[in-house]
């Protein structure tokens, strides 16, 4: 069993093209040894943003706390605490904070790519 606070976990700056202010925590990783699912816990600053991108295998999120547009097939959307997003396989993606900051948490399934 694995069993930490978050903040026990390092916080690695996403270094893909496109990114700003954004910082990643994996939270249940391969060397962890999860067989199927990776969990991710994704914090960023006000106005920050992940890479606009897309891949093979499907993004759970929940959003733990701020404000800011999910950007995916029919444009920008606004999220909020408590908003859950499915992001189906292919399908291109990005996430921008608003005026503050923004952490939200993401489950990929484990694959050869995460």
Not at 45 to 69: C, F, K, M, S
Not at 77 to 88: I, T
């Amino acid at each position: 069993m694995k069993h930490v606070h978050y903040d026990e976990v390092e916080a690695q700056e996403v270094e893909e093209a496109g990114a700003q202010g954004a910082k990643v925590r994996w939270l249940v990783a391969q060397d962890d040894g999860a067989p199927n699912f990776l969990m991710r816990r994704f914090e960023l600053e006000p106005g920050g943003r992940t890479p606009r991108h897309a891949h093979d295998w499907e993004h759970e999120v929940y959003i733990l706390e701020g404000e800011g547009t999910v950007f995916g097939e029919g444009g920008e959307r606004p999220f909020r605490p408590g908003d859950v997003v499915y992001m189906p396989p292919g399908e291109e993606h990005s996430f921008t904070a608003g005026n503050g900051p923004v952490a939200f948490l993401c489950l990929i399934p484990r694959t050869d790519k995460s």
